[in-house]
């Protein structure tokens, strides 16, 4: 490719970077290619052609998310190869809880000056985390913005489509009194709060670099710790159970991400006790002298997801989601009420 233009380049842009970048992520690409991905990446879109067969009204989900302030997380530790999962996981983990399978996702990265090397490592990310979620990753954008943002900074967000038979959208308004909400462990704070925690821990490279035995490691490397991606467990459970509603726990924690399926006549019922807190939730609230209220009202507090089933399924959808290798419990039950959450 002859595109080349020194006055841009005088000017912050080096188109030349993006090329390179585009031929280092190509065999990351290659890795999350599935059945209906077509030839053409790095053309002006991206090409996929479902498998429609068995499907009476096919309807298409789509999802969008970023990751947030966490990035600084990863810039302090000049570690960028894991923080595209995040990524993927803030867009296909909002997909699935409509019954839909992921099929593709795009990624887009700003930066103030475009190093291809540490490019190929966000878009590698990206790719382990398309790869986990069984969608591949047909496109994306590189874009320099000198003078917006440091040379050394970047920021990620990531777009999703996937798949349902209109018969099999879940159905939040089966939801009654009695059915049993069931916690699925996350991975750590996932990339919900940073601003919060940056702000408690004055992060720094040495306060991240400083391991903490509450948590058995050092703090960055706690919180850099990927969000987990609930995909497959959550599509096997679908298949098996009659699942009502799916809860991605993330911004606004309990308190904003549970009502969003709920039933405006239902309250869900959350038994304090029986949340598996992660010791990096106590330590935030410690240090930072976080009310209770609070903590659930921003973090997942150590419950990535939770689906509610009929309580006659309660025990089936245990088993199959710790066959899938989850650790889920009981969390709590809905009853009549006003469509809000009670912990107690």
């Known amino acids: 490719m002859n595109s080349y233009s020194e006055s841009y380049k005088n000017a912050g842009v080096d188109v030349t970077a993006g090329y390179k970048a585009v031929e280092l992520i190509k065999t990351h690409v290659q890795r999350t290619v599935i059945s209906g991905v077509m030839p053409g990446f790095g053309g002006f879109g991206g090409l996929f052609e479902p498998d429609l067969s068995g499907m009476k009204n096919p309807v298409l989900v789509s999802g969008t998310d970023g990751v947030g302030t966490k990035l600084k997380i990863a810039f302090l530790m000049d570690k960028h190869d894991t923080i595209g999962i995040d990524c993927v996981a803030m867009c296909v983990n909002d997909i699935i809880c409509l019954g839909a399978k992921p099929l593709f996702f795009l990624d887009y990265i700003a930066c103030g000056k475009n190093n291809p090397e540490k490019t190929a490592l966000i878009v590698k990310g990206v790719a382990d985390g398309c790869a986990e979620s069984g969608c591949a990753l047909i496109g994306g954008e590189t874009a320099e913005h000198?003078?917006?943002?440091?040379?050394?900074?970047?920021?990620?967000?990531g777009f999703s489509v996937g798949i349902v038979d209109k018969d099999k959208l879940l159905k939040p308004e089966t939801q009654k009194a009695g059915d049993m909400i069931i916690a699925l462990k996350s991975s750590g704070v996932h990339s919900n709060g940073f601003s919060l925690i940056r702000k408690i821990f004055d992060v720094s490279e040495k306060n991240l670099a400083r391991h903490d035995s509450e948590i058995g490691s050092t703090l960055g490397e706690c919180l850099l710790t990927p969000t987990k991606l609930y995909v497959k467990p959550i599509l096997a459970?679908?298949?098996?159970?009659n699942v009502k509603s799916v809860n991605h726990?993330?911004?606004?924690?309990f308190y904003e991400n549970i009502p969003r399926n709920l039933p405006t006549n239902l309250t869900a019922k959350i038994s304090r006790s029986e949340v598996r807190v992660l010791p990096v939730f106590d330590l935030i609230s410690s240090v930072g002298s976080i009310p209770e209220r609070d903590m659930f009202n921003t973090f997942n507090m150590g419950v990535g997801m939770t689906v509610v089933v009929d309580k006659n399924d309660a025990d089936k959808a245990i088993a199959a989601?710790?066959?899938?290798?989850?650790?889920?419990?009981?969390l709590g039950e809905l009853a009549e009420g006003d469509g809000g959450v009670i912990i107690a």
């Open 146 to 157: 000198p003078g917006l943002m440091p040379e050394d900074e970047y920021d990620l967000a």
């Open 237 to 241: 459970l679908i298949k098996n159970i």
């Open 249 to 253: 726990i993330t911004g606004g924690g």
């Open 321 to 330: 989601l710790k066959a899938e290798g989850e650790e889920a419990y009981v």
